[in-house]
């Protein structure tokens, strides 16, 4: 079955900063790549996706590399502001397996100012 | 828009005790998931709803239920609560088309079970 795994469990990273959160998935069939930020009490908040067609997307501070010969994802977060503290997850989406979602176990990331 | 809505936010049950859990979305989406979170884990999926009318089991659908009252609406029930059922519960829904789109959460029900 799907496993997704994040290398970190927490970063500290001072404000200003770039952070890098790193995610590996074992299912070479995933082809939607999803980045989810969590704040304490709330859902979790979409950031930015990625199709498997694709091996770099940008949004607003945010960048997601795939890496799919070694099944990897990362998300870049460039000048980390306090705001970006929470808990990052990727989750993984394979149209073979019914487009479900599987989630990696989260990476908190605390911003010192 | 009000995106996704779960009631209740808390509740606490006893062991045994019966409870519904219900989500609301308002994105004129047609797929709507279950999903259960505890301590240093990642979401797991317990029940989704592709389309109206329709439902199946995701990873950990033991000892729930669900019902997708409408387009609207998709409920998750707790006919006999366990302590082991003690988590914090997130409703999502996404628009199902021929790619993938994300799915969009409610900001969940804590339930503790005692």
């Known amino acids: 079955g799907e496993s997704v795994g994040l290398h970190l469990p927490t970063l500290s990273v001072q404000e200003g900063d770039n952070s890098i959160i790193n995610c590996a998935y074992s299912?070479?069939?995933?082809?939607?790549f999803i980045w989810y930020k969590q704040e304490s009490g709330k859902g979790p908040q979409f950031i930015i996706d990625?199709?498997?067609?694709?091996d770099k997307r940008q949004g607003q501070r945010v960048t997601v590399l795939l890496n799919k010969t070694v099944k990897h994802l990362s998300l870049q977060i460039a000048a980390t502001q306090p705001g970006d503290s929470a808990v990052y997850f990727c989750a993984v989406v394979s149209q073979a397996a019914g487009n479900k979602l599987t989630f990696g176990g989260g990476t908190r990331v605390l911003v010192k100012p | 828009n009000a995106g996704v809505t779960q009631t209740p936010k808390f509740q606490v049950l006893k062991t045994g005790q019966s409870m519904t859990l219900q989500c609301a979305q308002d994105m004129n989406h047609n797929s709507m998931y279950w999903y259960r979170q505890d301590p240093g884990m990642g979401l797991r999926l317990i029940y989704y709803?592709?389309?109206?009318?329709?439902?199946d089991k995701g990873e950990v659908p033991n000892g729930y239920n669900v019902s997708r009252l409408n387009k609207r609406e998709f409920s998750l029930r707790l006919e006999s609560a366990a302590p082991s059922q003690t988590s914090v519960y997130f409703c999502a829904s996404t628009l199902q088309r021929q790619g993938q789109t994300p799915q969009h959460f409610g900001d969940g029900t804590r339930l503790s079970i005692l």
């Open positions: 990625i199709r498997s067609n694709m």
């Open positions: 709803s592709a389309s109206e009318g329709t439902t």
């Open positions: 299912n070479s069939a995933s082809d939607y």
